[in-house]
Nanobody, 122 residues
Framework: QVQLVESGGGLVQAGGSLRLSCAAS????????MGWFRQAPGKEREFVGR????????YYADSVKGRFTISRDNAKNTVYLQMNSLKPEDTAVYYC???????????????WGQGTQVTVSS
């Protein structure tokens, strides 16, 4: 059973940066892609970006393009989300998830982490 554990969330001022990590533990892990999502109170879960496990190609939501960067360390089974120029509207619980294909829909991701809170103050 593979588990995903996010870390690195916290409170940051607008314009600041945070780096989230998502570590996979358990049996051999080789998803097709890893995604990051976020969910603010009262809102639906929103796609942030994804990275293909093999090759490392990335794709981002327009709302974070140019500010957020996803990377991975296959040897450590870890995916990162570097968030720069943070805005108050980035405040949410951030989740990482594993997918069997390339998708922006949460329904196509089959393993989810527990989430980590990111709060951006103005």
């Amino acid at each position: 059973q593979v588990q995903l554990v996010e870390s690195g969330g916290g409170l940051v001022q607008a314009g600041g940066s945070l780096r989230l990590s998502c570590a996979a533990s358990g049996r051999t892990f080789s998803p097709y892609a890893m995604g990051w999502f976020r969910q603010a109170p009262g809102k639906e879960r929103e796609f942030v970006g994804r990275i293909r496990w093999s090759g490392g190609s990335t794709y981002y939501a327009d709302s974070v393009k140019g500010r957020f960067t996803i990377s991975r360390d296959n040897a450590k089974n870890t995916v990162y989300l570097q968030m720069n120029s943070l805005k108050p509207e980035d405040t949410a619980v951030y989740y990482c998830a594993a997918a069997r294909g390339l998708s922006v829909s949460p329904s196509t991701y089959y393993i989810w982490g527990q989430g980590t809170q990111v709060t951006v103050s103005s």
